[in-house]
Protein backbone atom coordinates (compact mmCIF):
# COMPACT_ATOMS: atom_id res chain seq x y z
CA UNK A 1 0.00 0.00 0.00
CA UNK A 2 1.48 3.11 -1.11
CA UNK A 3 1.02 6.92 1.04
CA UNK A 4 0.00 9.81 -1.20
CA UNK A 5 2.33 12.78 -0.57
CA UNK A 6 0.65 15.77 0.15
CA UNK A 7 2.97 18.54 -1.47
CA UNK A 8 2.13 22.36 0.02
CA UNK A 9 3.14 24.64 -2.27
CA UNK A 10 5.23 27.75 -1.41
CA UNK A 11 3.01 30.95 -1.63
CA UNK A 12 6.01 33.27 -1.80
CA UNK A 13 6.74 31.27 -5.05
CA UNK A 14 3.34 33.22 -6.87
CA UNK A 15 1.89 35.34 -4.31
CA UNK A 16 4.02 38.70 -5.57
CA UNK A 17 3.98 42.00 -4.71
CA UNK A 18 0.39 43.48 -5.88
CA UNK A 19 -1.65 39.59 -6.85
CA UNK A 20 -0.98 35.93 -7.29
CA UNK A 21 -0.44 34.42 -10.20
CA UNK A 22 0.78 30.62 -10.40
CA UNK A 23 0.36 28.02 -12.46
CA UNK A 24 -2.81 25.52 -11.77
CA UNK A 25 -3.36 23.29 -10.29
CA UNK A 26 0.37 22.97 -8.79
CA UNK A 27 0.58 26.22 -7.39
CA UNK A 28 -3.00 27.80 -7.00
CA UNK A 29 -5.53 25.46 -6.13
CA UNK A 30 -8.77 25.10 -4.74
CA UNK A 31 -7.09 24.03 -1.46
CA UNK A 32 -5.23 27.24 -1.58
CA UNK A 33 -7.83 29.57 -3.05
CA UNK A 34 -9.90 28.10 0.09
CA UNK A 35 -7.05 29.66 2.42
CA UNK A 36 -6.47 32.82 0.60
CA UNK A 37 -10.20 33.11 1.09
CA UNK A 38 -10.20 32.80 4.80
CA UNK A 39 -7.11 35.39 5.04
CA UNK A 40 -8.94 37.49 3.09
CA UNK A 41 -12.22 37.47 5.37
CA UNK A 42 -9.63 37.69 8.56
CA UNK A 43 -7.29 40.53 7.07
CA UNK A 44 -9.16 42.55 4.97
CA UNK A 45 -12.82 42.43 5.30
CA UNK A 46 -13.29 42.15 8.87
CA UNK A 47 -10.52 44.73 10.14
CA UNK A 48 -12.13 47.38 7.64
CA UNK A 49 -15.77 46.64 8.86
CA UNK A 50 -16.74 44.83 6.00
CA UNK A 51 -19.70 42.04 6.52
CA UNK A 52 -19.44 41.50 2.07
CA UNK A 53 -16.83 40.67 -0.42
CA UNK A 54 -17.55 40.66 -4.27
CA UNK A 55 -15.91 37.96 -6.37
CA UNK A 56 -15.54 38.31 -10.13
CA UNK A 57 -13.89 35.44 -12.29
CA UNK A 58 -12.46 35.70 -16.28
CA UNK A 59 -12.84 32.76 -18.78
CA UNK A 60 -10.27 30.64 -18.01
CA UNK A 61 -11.42 26.97 -17.14
CA UNK A 62 -10.25 26.84 -13.49
CA UNK A 63 -11.65 30.18 -12.32
CA UNK A 64 -15.04 29.46 -11.71
CA UNK A 65 -14.24 26.59 -9.35
CA UNK A 66 -11.34 28.34 -8.01
CA UNK A 67 -13.87 31.44 -7.07
CA UNK A 68 -15.94 28.91 -5.95
CA UNK A 69 -13.74 27.94 -3.15
CA UNK A 70 -12.69 31.23 -2.26
CA UNK A 71 -16.02 32.47 -1.37
CA UNK A 72 -16.36 28.80 0.83
CA UNK A 73 -13.11 30.47 3.19
CA UNK A 74 -14.75 34.19 3.19
CA UNK A 75 -18.11 32.65 4.25
CA UNK A 76 -16.85 30.88 6.69
CA UNK A 77 -15.40 33.61 8.23
CA UNK A 78 -18.91 35.02 8.87
CA UNK A 79 -18.50 37.07 5.64
CA UNK A 80 -21.23 37.31 2.70
CA UNK A 81 -20.24 37.23 -0.43
CA UNK A 82 -21.77 38.64 -3.70
CA UNK A 83 -20.82 36.52 -6.94
CA UNK A 84 -20.72 38.88 -10.20
CA UNK A 85 -19.68 35.78 -12.51
CA UNK A 86 -17.76 36.70 -15.97
CA UNK A 87 -16.63 39.83 -15.85
CA UNK A 88 -13.44 42.46 -16.76
CA UNK A 89 -11.05 43.02 -14.12
CA UNK A 90 -12.42 46.70 -14.15
CA UNK A 91 -15.88 45.32 -14.42
CA UNK A 92 -14.75 43.94 -10.90
CA UNK A 93 -13.37 47.45 -9.52
CA UNK A 94 -16.56 48.63 -10.78
CA UNK A 95 -18.59 46.58 -8.27
CA UNK A 96 -15.89 46.99 -5.70
CA UNK A 97 -16.81 51.06 -5.89
CA UNK A 98 -20.40 50.71 -6.50
CA UNK A 99 -21.43 48.85 -3.69
CA UNK A 100 -17.83 50.20 -1.38
CA UNK A 101 -17.02 46.55 -0.36
CA UNK A 102 -13.33 44.59 -0.75
CA UNK A 103 -13.43 42.58 -4.16
CA UNK A 104 -11.39 39.55 -5.52
CA UNK A 105 -10.92 38.76 -9.60
CA UNK A 106 -9.88 35.81 -10.26
CA UNK A 107 -7.72 36.17 -13.57
CA UNK A 108 -4.27 35.88 -14.60
CA UNK A 109 -4.33 38.65 -16.91
CA UNK A 110 -2.12 38.07 -20.16
CA UNK A 111 -0.73 35.38 -19.07
CA UNK A 112 -0.60 32.00 -20.79
CA UNK A 113 -3.59 29.24 -20.29
CA UNK A 114 -1.73 27.29 -17.78
CA UNK A 115 -1.87 29.93 -15.20
CA UNK A 116 -4.52 31.65 -12.89
CA UNK A 117 -4.53 34.16 -10.29
CA UNK A 118 -6.34 36.94 -8.23
CA UNK A 119 -6.32 40.37 -8.01
CA UNK A 120 -7.41 41.67 -4.52
CA UNK A 121 -8.67 45.17 -3.71
CA UNK A 122 -10.21 46.57 -0.79
CA UNK A 123 -13.55 48.66 -0.80
CA UNK A 124 -13.70 51.26 -3.23
CA UNK A 125 -11.17 49.19 -5.60
CA UNK A 126 -8.45 50.24 -3.15
CA UNK A 127 -5.47 47.87 -3.61
CA UNK A 128 -4.08 45.13 -1.73
CA UNK A 129 -0.66 45.22 -2.29
CA UNK A 130 2.59 44.65 -0.47
CA UNK A 131 2.14 47.42 1.95
CA UNK A 132 -1.12 47.59 1.97
CA UNK A 133 -1.73 43.41 3.47
CA UNK A 134 -1.07 40.83 0.78
CA UNK A 135 2.49 39.76 2.53
CA UNK A 136 -0.12 38.94 6.10
CA UNK A 137 -2.40 37.31 4.09
CA UNK A 138 -0.48 35.05 2.13
CA UNK A 139 1.64 34.07 5.72
CA UNK A 140 -1.86 33.43 6.97
CA UNK A 141 -2.83 31.29 3.98
CA UNK A 142 0.31 29.43 4.33
CA UNK A 143 -0.21 29.06 7.82
CA UNK A 144 -3.66 27.66 7.52
CA UNK A 145 -2.09 25.32 4.45
CA UNK A 146 0.65 23.32 6.54
CA UNK A 147 -2.21 22.71 9.14
CA UNK A 148 -0.96 24.79 12.10
CA UNK A 149 -3.00 26.03 14.70
CA UNK A 150 -4.14 28.88 16.13
CA UNK A 151 -7.15 30.13 13.76
CA UNK A 152 -10.51 30.80 15.73
CA UNK A 153 -13.06 28.38 15.30
CA UNK A 154 -15.38 29.14 12.29
CA UNK A 155 -17.66 32.21 12.67
CA UNK A 156 -21.59 31.24 13.25
CA UNK A 157 -23.66 31.97 11.12
CA UNK A 158 -21.93 31.55 8.27
CA UNK A 159 -21.74 34.14 5.68
CA UNK A 160 -24.50 33.87 2.93
CA UNK A 161 -23.83 33.73 -1.29
CA UNK A 162 -25.65 35.76 -3.73
CA UNK A 163 -25.38 35.57 -7.55
CA UNK A 164 -25.96 39.31 -9.04
CA UNK A 165 -25.35 40.67 -12.57
CA UNK A 166 -23.67 43.76 -13.11
CA UNK A 167 -22.67 43.65 -16.64
CA UNK A 168 -25.75 46.43 -17.38
CA UNK A 169 -24.75 48.43 -14.77
CA UNK A 170 -20.71 48.39 -15.10
CA UNK A 171 -21.59 49.62 -19.25
CA UNK A 172 -23.89 52.21 -18.02
CA UNK A 173 -21.44 54.02 -15.72
CA UNK A 174 -19.16 54.27 -17.96
CA UNK A 175 -21.53 55.17 -21.24
CA UNK A 176 -22.18 57.70 -18.31
CA UNK A 177 -18.72 59.49 -18.26
CA UNK A 178 -17.55 59.56 -22.31
CA UNK A 179 -20.84 60.86 -24.02
CA UNK A 180 -20.40 59.28 -27.64
CA UNK A 181 -23.96 59.95 -28.97
CA UNK A 182 -22.77 62.78 -31.13
CA UNK A 183 -19.99 61.09 -32.72
CA UNK A 184 -19.95 60.82 -36.25
CA UNK A 185 -20.09 57.16 -37.59
CA UNK A 186 -16.66 55.27 -36.63
CA UNK A 187 -15.70 51.45 -37.64
CA UNK A 188 -13.53 49.97 -35.51
CA UNK A 189 -11.65 46.70 -34.99
CA UNK A 190 -11.69 45.09 -31.72
CA UNK A 191 -9.42 42.13 -31.29
CA UNK A 192 -10.78 40.88 -27.85
CA UNK A 193 -7.63 37.58 -28.15
CA UNK A 194 -10.80 35.38 -26.44
CA UNK A 195 -10.79 37.56 -23.52
CA UNK A 196 -13.08 39.33 -21.44
CA UNK A 197 -13.38 41.81 -23.87
CA UNK A 198 -15.53 39.63 -26.06
CA UNK A 199 -18.33 40.16 -23.31
CA UNK A 200 -17.36 43.74 -22.47
CA UNK A 201 -17.39 45.40 -25.59
CA UNK A 202 -20.80 44.58 -26.74
CA UNK A 203 -22.06 45.46 -23.67
CA UNK A 204 -20.41 49.10 -23.79
CA UNK A 205 -19.99 49.87 -26.96
CA UNK A 206 -23.17 47.49 -28.34
CA UNK A 207 -26.54 47.17 -27.25
CA UNK A 208 -26.22 43.85 -25.38
CA UNK A 209 -26.63 45.63 -22.21
CA UNK A 210 -30.13 47.21 -23.39
CA UNK A 211 -28.20 50.64 -23.92
CA UNK A 212 -29.05 52.83 -27.15
CA UNK A 213 -26.71 52.35 -29.86
CA UNK A 214 -23.65 54.19 -30.89
CA UNK A 215 -23.07 55.11 -34.05
CA UNK A 216 -20.10 52.75 -33.93
CA UNK A 217 -19.71 49.72 -36.48
CA UNK A 218 -17.71 46.99 -34.44
CA UNK A 219 -15.91 44.23 -36.51
CA UNK A 220 -15.21 41.72 -33.84
CA UNK A 221 -12.25 39.50 -33.71
CA UNK A 222 -11.86 36.70 -31.74
CA UNK A 223 -14.78 37.76 -29.28
CA UNK A 224 -15.53 33.92 -28.17
CA UNK A 225 -14.81 33.41 -24.26
CA UNK A 226 -11.52 31.18 -24.16
CA UNK A 227 -9.28 30.81 -21.90
CA UNK A 228 -7.04 28.33 -23.92
CA UNK A 229 -6.55 31.55 -26.13
CA UNK A 230 -6.51 29.36 -29.65
CA UNK A 231 -5.37 32.32 -31.80
CA UNK A 232 -2.96 34.35 -29.85
CA UNK A 233 -1.61 35.31 -26.40
CA UNK A 234 -4.27 37.87 -25.04
CA UNK A 235 -1.26 40.36 -24.48
CA UNK A 236 -1.13 43.00 -27.14
CA UNK A 237 2.13 44.41 -25.18
CA UNK A 238 3.99 42.13 -27.53
CA UNK A 239 3.86 43.18 -31.42
CA UNK A 240 2.94 39.98 -32.44
CA UNK A 241 -0.35 39.53 -31.00
CA UNK A 242 -1.40 42.94 -32.89
CA UNK A 243 -0.73 41.60 -36.22
CA UNK A 244 -4.05 40.11 -36.64
CA UNK A 245 -5.46 43.41 -35.81
CA UNK A 246 -3.77 45.90 -38.06
CA UNK A 247 -4.10 43.22 -40.55
CA UNK A 248 -8.13 43.49 -40.37
CA UNK A 249 -8.13 47.43 -39.70
CA UNK A 250 -6.30 47.77 -43.51
CA UNK A 251 -8.89 45.48 -45.07
CA UNK A 252 -12.29 46.54 -43.64
CA UNK A 253 -10.99 50.29 -44.16
CA UNK A 254 -11.65 50.93 -39.69
CA UNK A 255 -10.86 53.81 -38.68
CA UNK A 256 -9.10 52.80 -35.22
CA UNK A 257 -8.51 49.33 -34.17
CA UNK A 258 -8.72 48.40 -30.40
CA UNK A 259 -6.79 45.17 -28.74
CA UNK A 260 -7.64 44.19 -25.45
CA UNK A 261 -5.41 41.68 -23.13
CA UNK A 262 -7.01 38.67 -21.11
CA UNK A 263 -8.81 39.91 -18.29
CA UNK A 264 -9.51 43.52 -20.55
CA UNK A 265 -8.23 46.18 -17.83
CA UNK A 266 -5.74 47.39 -20.84
CA UNK A 267 -6.28 48.87 -23.84
CA UNK A 268 -3.99 49.42 -27.06
CA UNK A 269 -5.15 51.74 -29.95
CA UNK A 270 -3.69 51.24 -34.02
CA UNK A 271 -4.80 53.75 -36.40
CA UNK A 272 -6.50 53.78 -39.87
CA UNK A 273 -3.58 52.32 -41.43
CA UNK A 274 -2.79 49.70 -38.70
CA UNK A 275 0.02 51.37 -37.17
CA UNK A 276 0.03 51.40 -33.03
CA UNK A 277 -0.57 54.34 -31.41
CA UNK A 278 1.96 54.42 -28.06
CA UNK A 279 0.41 54.58 -24.78
CA UNK A 280 1.94 57.67 -23.88
CA UNK A 281 0.07 58.99 -27.05
CA UNK A 282 -2.94 57.68 -25.18
CA UNK A 283 -1.99 58.91 -21.85
CA UNK A 284 -1.54 62.39 -23.73
CA UNK A 285 -4.33 62.44 -25.61
CA UNK A 286 -6.71 61.37 -22.33
CA UNK A 287 -4.70 63.99 -20.38
CA UNK A 288 -6.04 66.92 -22.28
CA UNK A 289 -9.75 66.07 -22.54
CA UNK A 290 -9.73 65.09 -18.85
CA UNK A 291 -7.98 68.75 -17.78
CA UNK A 292 -10.52 70.34 -20.00
CA UNK A 293 -13.29 68.71 -18.78
CA UNK A 294 -12.10 69.29 -14.96
CA UNK A 295 -10.90 73.31 -15.96
CA UNK A 296 -14.70 73.37 -17.30
CA UNK A 297 -16.22 72.40 -13.76
CA UNK A 298 -14.37 75.22 -12.30
CA UNK A 299 -11.05 73.33 -11.16
CA UNK A 300 -8.10 75.32 -11.44
CA UNK A 301 -5.24 73.14 -10.28
CA UNK A 302 -5.70 69.62 -12.37
CA UNK A 303 -3.35 67.07 -11.51
CA UNK A 304 -2.24 64.39 -14.40
CA UNK A 305 -0.04 61.51 -12.75
CA UNK A 306 2.19 58.96 -14.97
CA UNK A 307 5.15 57.06 -14.41
CA UNK A 308 8.95 57.38 -14.73
CA UNK A 309 8.76 56.00 -18.04
CA UNK A 310 6.00 57.85 -20.06
CA UNK A 311 7.00 59.76 -22.59
CA UNK A 312 8.82 63.40 -21.84
CA UNK A 313 5.96 64.40 -24.50
CA UNK A 314 2.91 63.61 -21.57
CA UNK A 315 4.16 66.29 -19.09
CA UNK A 316 4.89 68.63 -21.83
CA UNK A 317 0.73 68.00 -22.73
CA UNK A 318 -0.27 68.44 -20.02
CA UNK A 319 1.72 72.02 -18.98
CA UNK A 320 0.13 72.90 -22.44
CA UNK A 321 -3.15 72.01 -21.39
CA UNK A 322 -3.04 74.10 -17.87
CA UNK A 323 -2.57 70.60 -16.08
CA UNK A 324 0.01 69.42 -13.62
CA UNK A 325 2.13 66.50 -14.20
CA UNK A 326 3.00 64.21 -11.57
CA UNK A 327 5.94 62.14 -12.11
CA UNK A 328 5.81 58.65 -10.01
CA UNK A 329 7.11 55.38 -9.80
CA UNK A 330 6.36 52.28 -12.60
CA UNK A 331 3.13 49.78 -10.54
CA UNK A 332 -0.72 50.82 -10.17
CA UNK A 333 -0.42 50.84 -6.52
CA UNK A 334 2.03 53.46 -7.09
CA UNK A 335 -0.03 55.55 -9.28
CA UNK A 336 -3.37 54.85 -7.42
CA UNK A 337 -1.47 55.88 -4.18
CA UNK A 338 -0.30 59.23 -6.06
CA UNK A 339 -3.71 59.96 -7.56
CA UNK A 340 -5.86 59.78 -4.39
CA UNK A 341 -3.45 61.79 -2.47
CA UNK A 342 -3.30 64.82 -4.87
CA UNK A 343 -7.06 63.91 -6.56
CA UNK A 344 -5.53 63.23 -9.95
CA UNK A 345 -8.18 63.35 -12.19
CA UNK A 346 -6.02 61.19 -14.65
CA UNK A 347 -2.69 58.58 -14.41
CA UNK A 348 -1.43 56.88 -17.39
CA UNK A 349 1.42 54.26 -17.64
CA UNK A 350 3.44 53.07 -20.74
CA UNK A 351 1.91 49.96 -20.23
CA UNK A 352 -1.44 50.97 -21.35
CA UNK A 353 -2.80 51.48 -18.48
CA UNK A 354 -5.30 53.84 -17.67
CA UNK A 355 -6.76 55.33 -14.43
CA UNK A 356 -9.75 57.59 -13.58
CA UNK A 357 -10.46 59.38 -10.22
CA UNK A 358 -13.74 58.77 -11.63
CA UNK A 359 -13.70 55.22 -11.64
CA UNK A 360 -12.56 55.10 -8.04
CA UNK A 361 -8.85 55.92 -9.06
CA UNK A 362 -8.32 52.68 -10.64
CA UNK A 363 -7.44 51.22 -13.95
CA UNK A 364 -10.05 50.79 -16.73
CA UNK A 365 -9.23 50.09 -20.47
CA UNK A 366 -12.77 50.60 -21.59
CA UNK A 367 -13.08 54.29 -20.32
CA UNK A 368 -9.86 55.00 -22.37
CA UNK A 369 -11.35 53.27 -25.34
CA UNK A 370 -14.18 55.74 -25.19
CA UNK A 371 -12.29 58.81 -24.52
CA UNK A 372 -10.08 58.19 -28.09
CA UNK A 373 -13.67 57.27 -29.79
CA UNK A 374 -15.24 60.43 -28.62
CA UNK A 375 -11.61 62.04 -29.48
CA UNK A 376 -12.06 60.63 -33.15
CA UNK A 377 -15.45 61.01 -33.48
CA UNK A 378 -16.13 64.65 -32.64
CA UNK A 379 -13.91 66.06 -35.49
CA UNK A 380 -12.92 64.43 -38.99
CA UNK A 381 -9.06 63.94 -38.80
CA UNK A 382 -7.71 60.61 -39.02
CA UNK A 383 -6.43 58.92 -35.61
CA UNK A 384 -2.54 59.41 -37.16
CA UNK A 385 -3.17 63.43 -37.63
CA UNK A 386 -4.86 63.51 -34.09
CA UNK A 387 -2.02 61.31 -32.35
CA UNK A 388 0.43 63.04 -33.92
CA UNK A 389 0.52 65.91 -31.65
CA UNK A 390 1.52 63.49 -28.44
CA UNK A 391 4.15 61.67 -29.87
CA UNK A 392 7.03 63.84 -30.31
CA UNK A 393 10.24 61.72 -30.07
CA UNK A 394 11.70 58.50 -31.01
CA UNK A 395 11.10 55.68 -28.73
CA UNK A 396 13.09 52.17 -27.92
CA UNK A 397 10.81 50.89 -26.68
CA UNK A 398 11.22 48.26 -23.43
CA UNK A 399 14.72 46.37 -24.11
CA UNK A 400 14.91 43.31 -21.41
CA UNK A 401 18.64 42.13 -20.95
CA UNK A 402 19.53 39.17 -18.86
CA UNK A 403 21.89 40.62 -16.02
CA UNK A 404 23.47 38.49 -13.61
CA UNK A 405 25.18 41.21 -11.65
CA UNK A 406 22.57 43.72 -11.76
CA UNK A 407 24.21 46.11 -9.80
CA UNK A 408 27.70 46.23 -10.93
CA UNK A 409 25.66 47.18 -15.10
CA UNK A 410 24.07 49.93 -13.46
CA UNK A 411 26.95 51.01 -12.11
CA UNK A 412 28.63 51.36 -15.33
CA UNK A 413 25.46 53.23 -16.30
CA UNK A 414 25.83 55.93 -13.57
CA UNK A 415 29.88 56.12 -14.28
CA UNK A 416 28.83 56.90 -17.93
CA UNK A 417 26.44 59.66 -17.27
CA UNK A 418 28.61 61.36 -14.38
CA UNK A 419 31.02 60.94 -17.25
CA UNK A 420 29.24 63.12 -19.25
CA UNK A 421 28.03 65.65 -16.74
CA UNK A 422 24.44 63.85 -17.12
CA UNK A 423 21.15 64.36 -15.12
CA UNK A 424 20.41 61.91 -12.87
CA UNK A 425 17.73 60.63 -10.97
CA UNK A 426 16.73 57.23 -9.26
CA UNK A 427 12.90 57.71 -8.57
CA UNK A 428 12.45 54.27 -10.21
CA UNK A 429 15.89 52.52 -11.37
CA UNK A 430 18.36 55.23 -12.81
CA UNK A 431 16.81 57.61 -14.73
CA UNK A 432 19.07 59.93 -17.08
CA UNK A 433 18.86 62.52 -19.53
CA UNK A 434 21.19 64.55 -21.70
CA UNK A 435 23.26 67.75 -19.98
CA UNK A 436 22.00 71.07 -21.08
CA UNK A 437 23.71 72.87 -23.88
CA UNK A 438 25.13 75.84 -22.77
CA UNK A 439 24.77 76.61 -27.04
CA UNK A 440 23.16 79.74 -28.07
CA UNK A 441 22.53 77.58 -30.77
CA UNK A 442 19.34 75.59 -29.80
CA UNK A 443 19.70 73.29 -33.05
CA UNK A 444 22.73 72.03 -31.71
CA UNK A 445 21.17 70.79 -28.45
CA UNK A 446 20.76 67.19 -27.76
CA UNK A 447 18.01 66.08 -26.46
CA UNK A 448 17.45 62.48 -25.07
CA UNK A 449 16.80 60.34 -21.90
CA UNK A 450 16.74 56.80 -20.60
CA UNK A 451 15.52 54.71 -17.92
CA UNK A 452 17.04 51.53 -16.47
CA UNK A 453 14.86 49.41 -14.20
CA UNK A 454 15.58 46.15 -12.71
CA UNK A 455 12.54 43.38 -12.72
CA UNK A 456 10.93 42.52 -9.59
CA UNK A 457 11.39 38.62 -10.55
CA UNK A 458 13.63 37.74 -12.83
CA UNK A 459 17.76 38.44 -13.62
CA UNK A 460 16.96 40.90 -16.22
CA UNK A 461 17.33 44.86 -16.66
CA UNK A 462 14.60 46.53 -18.55
CA UNK A 463 16.03 49.86 -20.72
CA UNK A 464 13.30 52.50 -21.98
CA UNK A 465 15.53 55.19 -24.36
CA UNK A 466 13.73 58.52 -25.94
CA UNK A 467 15.69 60.70 -28.45
CA UNK A 468 14.41 64.04 -30.75
CA UNK A 469 15.09 61.90 -33.30
CA UNK A 470 15.85 58.24 -34.26
CA UNK A 471 19.14 58.89 -35.24
CA UNK A 472 19.79 59.89 -31.46
CA UNK A 473 18.02 57.50 -29.94
CA UNK A 474 19.53 54.50 -31.86
CA UNK A 475 23.11 55.81 -30.74
CA UNK A 476 22.05 56.34 -27.46
CA UNK A 477 20.25 52.74 -27.02
CA UNK A 478 23.32 51.14 -28.33
CA UNK A 479 25.70 52.66 -25.83
CA UNK A 480 23.56 51.96 -23.00
CA UNK A 481 22.73 47.87 -24.23
CA UNK A 482 26.91 48.01 -24.43
CA UNK A 483 27.14 48.85 -20.18
CA UNK A 484 24.45 47.01 -19.85
CA UNK A 485 25.28 43.78 -21.45
CA UNK A 486 29.14 44.20 -21.13
CA UNK A 487 29.87 44.26 -24.49
CA UNK A 488 29.23 45.95 -27.60
CA UNK A 489 26.24 46.45 -29.70
CA UNK A 490 26.42 46.51 -33.36
CA UNK A 491 24.30 49.95 -34.61
CA UNK A 492 20.85 48.50 -35.64
CA UNK A 493 21.76 45.12 -33.96
CA UNK A 494 18.73 45.58 -31.45
CA UNK A 495 14.87 44.12 -31.94
CA UNK A 496 13.09 47.25 -31.02
CA UNK A 497 9.45 46.89 -29.45
CA UNK A 498 7.32 49.60 -28.91
CA UNK A 499 6.16 50.64 -25.82
Not at 20 to 34: N, T, W
Not at 162 to 169: A, H, K, Q, S, Y
Request: negative net charge.
Amino acid sequence: MTTKVVVVPVLTDFVKAYDVRGLVPEQLSPDVARALGIAFAEVVAIPDGKDRIVIGHDMRPSSPDLSAAFADGVTGRGVDVTLIGLCSTDGLYYASGALDVPGAMFTASHNPARYNGIKLCRAAAKPVGQDTGLPELRDLAQWLLDGRSGLPAARTPPGTIEVRDMLGEYSAFLRGLVDLSDSRPLKLVVDAGNGMSGLTVPAVLGTAAGLPPLPLEIVPLYFELDGSFPNHEANPLDPANLVDLQAAVRVHGADVGLAFDGDADRCFVVDADGEPVSPSAITGLVAAREIGRARSAGEHDVAIVHNAISSAAVAEVVREHGGTPIRTRVGHSFIKEEMARTGAVFGGEHSAHYYFRDFWFADTGMLAALHVLAALGEQDRPLAEIAHAYERYASSGEINSTVEDQASAVDRVRAWAVARDASIDELDGLTVAAPESESEDEDEDEVWWFNVRASNTEPLLRLNVEASDRETMTRIRDEVLGLIRGATVPAGDVKERRE
